[in-house]
């Protein structure tokens, strides 16, 4: 931005009155834009980039919120946890709301102006000062609003993924207490190292070394030891997975979750406000 914006001045772009030297003057003129527009862009980036970071360590606290189900835990534990999270996300989607829904509306509205303005507007005078200035403003404002949406809809993906693995847990130690029923014989808890569970895919085999880096604690297709089927009941274990898949935890806007279905939505208005543009300019 910072040379474009030289190279504008440079090449007599500006069309602001001057006062006395008109090389001093543009000079001044370049000096105060770049300045505004480095305040504007680093207040922006700060404010993403800081909601990022306390994203992150939200989803770090969720892998950590992982290692419950593989080790010898109750439900009280897990629920009180679980508990605590929710609250913490809720605590920062409260904070947030109000600057995502701006930022959006914002973003959107100021893009599908400056767009309306340019191409719709009878003589226009467009050149590539102004299409050079509106490709980088819209380039800092959606990547801006790229870091923002992709770590919501990121921790929201993992809170979400904790009701899978509560199923998982749930049905690898009901499994697990019929298989240990024999003839009155009494269920003795076992460690992890006295049955492995493989990795089973699609076709049967085992895809542990296919996964690569898309899989960890939370979202896995692997089978959990299980410790708790001689220590929960069933009902308990029912109960809390009943719990998870009845109270979603993630990253929500005035009531709506940012998931991938609400990305997809953004995306469907924004691609129907693009359609509608180009059926006003070439007719499609």
Known sequence: MATYKIWWYASGGSQIPFVGNVYISDTLACILELCSWLYRTTVIFLVCVLFRLICHLQILRLRDF???????????SVMSEHLRIRRHLRIISHRYRAFILFALLLVTGSQFVCLLVVTTKARRDLNIYKSGELALCSVTLLSALSIMFRSATKITHKAQAITGLAAKWHVCATLDSFDGVVDGETLTARTSEDKIYPSVGTDGESDSDDAGDEEDEIDTTRFIPSYAYST??????????NYFENNKAGITVYGFMLDRSTLHTIFGIHMSLVLWLLGKTIGI
């Open 232 to 241: 929960i009941s069933y009902q308990k274990r029912q109960a809390l997975v």
């Open 66 to 76: 992982a290692n419950y189900f593989h080790v010898d835990s109750d439900v009280q």
